[in-house]
């Protein structure tokens, strides 16, 4: 192990690692123990020794930490740490409860969502910011995994520490040991606080064997994600300058310098669901990540109106199976607020001989019942008419104009989306660049810009059944059936994908594709 002292206190700074202030110092089950270092087992606060007989798990009675405990610059003293009770979790596998928010960095218009937690408002993405190193050059500060920006759109840059430390746009913050350790406490405090912020996928299972005991040892990687944190397996960089550990590991500096030499990180891994501090080098070829912090008050970058105001809520049941689908009024429009997923097994008439017209996700049951079911052009539309006859022969290379609303697969009372109930859903859903992002679900998307379900609508990426029966687009696009045909023999579709805050409503579809469905309410006469 590195021989390392504490010479310098830090402004508001933690540099305790015994359970009494949250924080573990190294895990001998844990990967890289030899860069885990180990402090004194006394804990200071602002250089006085804390008392760990006054908490309990790392977390005293008596509630959060008030208003005088917060300076004007956002930073929060030492005191309010003890005080600091665990909150209940906003996030679980039905729902999604957390203070979702968004801010736009002003120097490349990048989008990062944001999340409440207790009285912090954090970043709940990586920082991507990629400033010119100097204006001789074309290089740019942080590294990509790779070198490939579709890392950096999923796992955002890794900083060296000078980088770090001004990376944060107007408004935020590098945090300090502190303000994570308030987040810790916030959370369910430090054995349990790394499982309940790390993302529910991208994690690496853990194999390895217990050093005490030699036991063999596997486990999940990834966590729950139980507050919206979303802390993502980034890797990080060390002697050899090259990146290693994504799914593994993460690193976030923070503003606590140890010495000339050292700073101190603070660690998420797959092989346990703890939160640790680490201590990293200032000045060697270290590169982690960051989450910045929002200062005290509102942030000087924009931040996006989240909410529906007029809308309305409630439910449908398809009386054909029973299922039951949440429901919203947008505008004047009431729409399906998830994917169909009837089974309609209609023989398609074309030129395939296809024994069904709708399809699960790979072809297996479990993506139905996430995702809906995808739908051909002849079953979308009900082109034999088994449902009505307002689409009746409107499939596969025909040429089709109804003249009324085109039911097709859609519960009785409902209809495929024309024009113009697109035309309506975009006109509401806020200015074109910000419609996608407005309408996709929260945490389900890749890339950079997802969602804030600001309606309720609820756009979740379910991908497409392609051409050459390739299922393509999980988890980065989603595409809808309408009933508004091209000049030519074509469906428009309305779709959405990764890295475009807007979506798209007048593309020509292929019809050997099978695409999801929402649908829309018939007027009431």
Same mark, same amino acid.
């Given at each position: 192990?590195?021989?390392?002292?504490?010479?310098?206190?830090?402004?508001?700074?933690?540099?305790?690692?015994?359970?009494?202030?949250?924080?573990?110092?190294?895990?001998?089950?844990?990967?890289?123990?030899?860069?885990?270092?180990?402090?004194?087992?006394?804990?200071?606060?602002?250089?006085? +020794?804390?008392?760990?007989?006054?908490?309990?798990?790392?977390?005293?009675?008596?509630?959060?930490?008030?208003?005088?405990?917060?300076?004007?610059?956002?930073?929060?003293?030492?005191?309010?740490?003890?005080?600091?009770?665990?909150?209940? $979790?906003?996030?679980?596998?039905?729902?999604?409860?957390?203070?979702?928010?968004?801010?736009?960095?002003?120097?490349?218009?990048?989008?990062?969502?944001?999340?409440?937690?207790?009285?912090?408002?954090?970043?709940?993405?990586?920082?991507?910011?990629?400033?010119?190193?100097?204006?001789?050059?074309?290089?740019? %500060?942080?590294?990509?995994?790779?070198?490939?920006?579709?890392?950096?759109?999923?796992?955002?840059?890794?900083? =060296?520490?000078?980088?770090?430390?001004?990376?944060?746009?107007?408004?935020?913050?590098? /945090?300090?040991?502190?303000? *994570?350790?308030?987040?810790?406490?916030?959370?369910? &405090?430090?054995?349990?606080?790394?499982?309940?912020?790390?993302?529910?996928?991208?994690?690496?299972?853990?194999?390895?064997?217990?050093?005490?005991?030699?036991?063999?040892?596997?486990?999940?990687?990834? &966590?729950?994600?139980?507050?919206?944190?979303?802390?993502?397996?980034?890797?990080?960089?060390? =002697?050899?300058?090259?990146?290693?550990?994504?799914?593994?590991?993460?690193? *976030?500096?923070?503003?606590?310098?140890?010495?000339?030499? =050292?700073?101190?990180?603070?660690?998420?891994?797959?092989?346990?669901?703890?939160?640790?501090?680490?201590?990293?080098?200032?000045?060697? &070829?270290?590169?982690?990540?960051?989450?910045?912090?929002?200062?005290?008050? +509102?942030?000087?970058?924009?931040?996006?109106? %989240?909410?529906?105001?007029?809308?309305?809520?409630?439910?449908?049941?398809?009386?054909?199976?029973?299922?039951?689908?949440?429901?919203?009024?947008?505008?004047?429009?009431?729409?399906?607020?998830?994917?169909?997923?009837?089974?309609?097994?209609?023989?398609?008439?074309?030129?395939?001989?296809?024994?069904?017209?709708?399809?699960?996700?790979?072809?297996?049951?479990?993506?139905?019942?996430?995702?809906?079911?995808?739908?051909?052009?002849?079953?979308?539309?009900?082109?034999?008419?088994?449902?009505?006859?307002?689409?009746?022969?409107?499939?596969?290379?025909?040429?089709?104009? $109804?003249?009324?609303?085109?039911?097709?697969?859609?519960?009785?009372?409902?209809?495929? +989306?024309? =024009?113009?109930?697109?035309?309506?859903?975009?006109?509401?859903?806020? /200015?074109?660049?910000?419609?996608?992002?407005?309408?996709?679900?929260?945490?389900?998307?890749?890339?950079?810009?997802?969602?804030?379900?600001?309606?309720?609508?609820?756009?979740?990426?379910?991908?497409?059944?392609?051409?050459?029966?390739?299922?393509?687009?999980?988890?980065?696009?989603?595409?809808?059936?309408?009933?508004?045909?091209?000049?030519?023999?074509?469906?428009?579709?309305?779709?959405?994908?990764?890295?475009? +805050?807007?979506?798209?409503?007048?593309?020509?579809?292929? *019809?050997?594709?099978?695409?999801?469905?929402?649908?829309?309410?018939?007027?009431?006469?």
């Amino acid at each position: 192990m590195k021989y390392l002292f504490v010479q310098k206190l830090a402004l508001n700074a933690l540099l305790a690692c015994n359970a009494a202030l949250l924080f573990s110092c190294g895990d001998s089950s844990s990967a890289n123990d030899d860069e885990t270092e180990s402090l004194s087992s006394s804990s200071f606060v602002q250089g006085e +020794p804390v008392d760990s007989s006054e908490s309990q798990n790392g977390v005293a009675e008596g509630g959060s930490s008030s208003e005088s405990d917060v300076a004007d610059d956002g930073t929060v003293s030492s005191s309010s740490v003890a005080r600091e009770s665990a909150l209940p $979790p906003c996030k679980t596998d039905r729902e999604d409860n957390c203070e979702y928010g968004f801010v736009v960095d002003a120097r490349d218009g990048q989008t990062y969502r944001t999340v409440k937690i207790g009285k912090q408002v954090w970043m709940t993405q990586n920082m991507r910011y990629a400033a010119p190193k100097s204006a001789e050059t074309k290089d740019s %500060i942080g590294t990509c995994y790779k070198d490939q920006s579709s890392y950096c759109n999923r796992y955002g840059r890794l900083y =060296y520490w000078n980088e770090a430390v001004n990376i944060c746009p107007d408004g935020w913050r590098l /945090p300090d040991s502190l303000d *994570f350790a308030i987040l810790v406490a916030s959370v369910g &405090g430090v054995d349990t606080a790394g499982k309940n912020l790390k993302s529910i996928k991208y994690w690496d299972d853990y194999e390895g064997y217990d050093t005490k005991t030699g036991e063999h040892i596997e486990r999940p990687g990834n &966590g729950t994600d139980q507050y919206g944190f979303t802390v993502l397996p980034a890797g990080y960089t060390a =002697y050899n300058n090259e990146v290693s550990a994504v799914g593994v590991a993460t690193y *976030f500096w923070t503003t606590l310098e140890l010495n000339d030499e =050292y700073m101190r990180n603070v660690s998420f891994r797959n092989s346990n669901g703890k939160v640790e501090l680490d201590a990293r080098g200032k000045k060697e &070829g270290d590169l982690r990540s960051v989450r910045c912090l929002r200062n005290k008050g +509102p942030a000087v970058s924009e931040e996006l109106k %989240i909410g529906c105001e007029n809308c309305e809520y409630g439910s449908l049941t398809d009386e054909r199976d029973g299922q039951t689908y949440k429901t919203v009024k947008i505008g004047s429009r009431w729409w399906m607020a998830e994917n169909l997923n009837y089974r309609y097994i209609q023989q398609m008439v074309d030129d395939r001989g296809e024994d069904s017209s709708s399809y699960c996700f790979n072809n297996d049951l479990s993506y139905c019942e996430k995702w809906g079911r995808l739908y051909s052009i002849s079953g979308a539309w009900d082109s034999v008419g088994r449902f009505s006859s307002s689409s009746l022969g409107c499939g596969y290379n025909t040429k089709c104009e $109804p003249s009324e609303n085109v039911r097709g697969v859609c519960p009785e009372n409902w209809h495929l +989306p024309s =024009y113009e109930d697109m035309d309506d859903l975009m006109e509401t859903a806020g /200015p074109h660049m910000e419609t996608a992002l407005n309408l996709k679900t929260v945490n389900e998307w890749e890339g950079y810009d997802v969602g804030i379900d600001a309606f309720g609508f609820s756009v979740r990426p379910a991908g497409m059944k392609g051409g050459r029966d390739k299922y393509v687009s999980e988890n980065t696009g989603a595409y809808f059936w309408t009933a508004q045909r091209t000049k030519g023999d074509g469906v428009y579709i309305m779709y959405f994908v990764s890295g475009q +805050p807007y979506a798209w409503t007048l593309q020509d579809a292929g *019809f050997r594709a099978a695409y999801s469905i929402r649908c829309v309410m018939d007027e009431t006469p």
